[in-house]
Each structure stands twice: as C-alpha cells, then as structure tokens.
C-alpha cells in the first residue's frame, strides 16, 4: 500500500484547509484510514479515523467538532477537512491504512510521507 497525502499549507488562524490522502491499492475499501500529525519535538498523535465504509469515524478531542474526515472508496482517497484551524494544529499530518480501527499510530502498517499545515498569521 503507497499512501500519498497532499493540501497542507500556510493558512490563516481561523481558516480551512483539506488535505487529501490517495491510496495505490486494488482493495482500498479493505483498509481502515487514519490521519496522524506531528508537531516538533512532539510525538505523532492521533488526530481522526474512518472505517472502512466510511461509516463510523473517531477524532480526538482536540479536533472534535472543527475536522472532518471522510473516504471516497471509488477513488482510493480519504480527505480531512479543517475548519476554524488553530496554531497548534500547526504540524506535520500523515495518513495512515491498517486492517485494524484505531487511534494509536502503533497499529498502522502502511503511512503516506506527510503533508505540513502551519496556521499563522
């Protein structure tokens, strides 16, 4: 499985980005997704998690309610919509695909090279 993620940038406090994460893979719909960040001199953290029909998904906390995530299964690609971004989302996210539903970067098999979000004025 090669995951490659992509959107990230430069946006202001308060704005929205969407990041984009394709998988090359026959049986993407196999895979539960996931979206990671790593801020510097941080550790990776769980940010949000889909099934694998995109029927139940999971987020931390600290995104509830501003991030979305969803898949498209008919194009390989799982996004994560940002909304009302922060400075301290500011970070490094990855994607990630298991054959496990789970919000500790541990369990992931397969990750993407990451994408950087700094939110900033």
């Known amino acids: 499985v090669q995951l490659q993620a992509s959107g990230g940038g430069l946006v202001q406090p308060g704005g929205s980005l969407r990041l984009s994460c394709a998988a090359s893979?026959?049986?993407?719909?196999?895979?539960?997704m996931g979206w990671f960040r790593q801020a510097p001199g941080k550790e990776r953290a769980f940010v949000a998690a889909?099934?694998?029909?995109?029927?139940?998904?999971s987020y931390a906390d600290s995104v509830k309610g501003r991030f979305t995530i969803s898949r498209d299964n008919t194009k390989n690609t799982v996004y994560l919509q940002m909304d009302r971004l922060k400075p301290e989302d500011t970070a490094v996210y990855y994607c990630?695909?298991?054959?496990?539903?789970?919000?500790?970067?541990?369990?992931?098999?397969?990750w993407g090279q990451g994408t950087q979000v700094t939110v900033s004025s």
């Open positions: 990630a695909a298991d054959r496990a539903f789970s919000s500790s970067p541990g369990i992931y098999d397969y």
């Open positions: 893979v026959r049986t993407f719909s196999s895979y539960y």
């Open positions: 889909i099934s694998r029909s995109g029927g139940t998904t």
